[in-house]
Structures are given as C-alpha cells and as structure tokens.
C-alpha cells in the first residue's frame, strides 16, 4: 500500500505503538474473531486455542513494529495466527491435510460445483450434517472453508494468511466441498 496518508489500519496501527490507552485493546476486540476461527478450526481444542489466541495477540504487540502495510492488517494478523496454530499442529505431529487420497490436487480455477453451502444450512437437520462434516475435515480444509465463507476472506487475502499458493486453495475449497457433498449425500440420502 504505497498510500501514506491516513487509513484505519494505519491510524489503529500509530495509536497502539504510540501506546495510546485502548489502542490495544481496540486491536484485539476488532481481529479478536478471524483469529479465533483461524486458531479454533485448525486446532480444535477449546483450552489450546484460547491459549494460541493469546499468543497470537502477544506476538502481534511484539512485533506490530515490523508490519508494513504490504496488505491489510487483517491478513497480516490472520497469518500471525495462522502460523502459531501450523507451529502447535506441528510440535503436536498432528498433519495439515489428509492426503490418502494422495497429492493430485489438480488447479481448479472455478470454485463452483453446483453445491450451494447456504443452502445446506438453511434447513437444521441438514446444517448439523453439515457441520459435523466439516469439523471431520483435515485442519488446513476446516480452516480454508472457514476463512472464505464465514469470515469471507477473499483468495488472494487467504493467500497472505497461509503462504498458500491462489491455486492450491482454490483447489482445497474444491474438494472440501466435494467431501462435504459427498458426507451430505450419505447422511440424508438426498443429493445436495
């Protein structure tokens, strides 16, 4: 962002290393939320999330110096907490994806299938379906489907968020859905 006038992100940004009472605070309770869907889907664990959140936001305080306003402060915290929560997975040997359906993850430029999300969830039965799948999903497939359709994050910010590249999400929100349809499909015998 060559634009040094002033921004949201920039003023919050001067005002929290200005050490400007509430500043902080003000910081936490607006990322507060796509660090915690990013953390809890990637982790699970209630009590270490909460605690990687905390991290998360001490890490932030400690290095907030060195954000650049490359890309909006939102992707720079997500990739904060992203990298804490892959740092947890790893010391825990817990793995990023499931590949026992091996690494042919072909670029899938169109994300649309005909499997309407929204849809699935405006009827209740089917929402529990659907939510139970997903948390049956590989931790980096939870927590993609998370970023782009409940924070809706777009691709190129979830690129910044995970070090991913366009395509290999793109291609992992493809066949998260396939897994999801397939799940909703035995489940409720209908086809989604």
């Known amino acids: 962002m060559d634009d040094t006038r002033s921004s949201p992100d920039r003023d919050l940004v001067d005002a929290v290393l200005a050490n400007r009472p509430g500043a902080f605070e003000r910081l936490v309770r607006e990322h507060q939320g796509l660090c915690w869907h990013i953390i809890q889907r990637m982790v699970r664990n209630p009590e270490d999330a909460r605690e990687l959140c905390q991290d998360t936001f001490l890490r932030v305080h400690q290095c907030l ?34 590949n026992g359906g091996g690494d042919d993850y072909a670029l899938v430029e169109n994300i649309g299938d005909g499997f309407d999300l ?63 349809r397939g799940a909703l499909e035995t489940r409720t015998g209908v086809a989604a």
């Open 118 to 180: 929204e849809a699935a969830c405006a009827n209740e039965e089917t929402a529990r379906h659907l939510h139970a799948a997903i948390e049956r999903l590989p931790p980096l497939q939870r927590t993609l489907l998370t970023l782009y359709y409940l924070e809706e994050t777009s691709i190129p910010d979830i690129a910044r968020i995970t070090g991913l590249a366009s395509g290999t999400i793109k291609s992992h929100l493809f066949r998260s859905r396939l897994r999801l």
């Open 65 to 98: 110096h060195q954000y650049r306003y490359e890309s909006a402060l939102k992707s720079w915290i997500g990739r904060v907490a992203y990298t804490i929560a892959l740092r947890h997975l790893q010391h825990k040997r817990i793995p990023l994806v499931d």
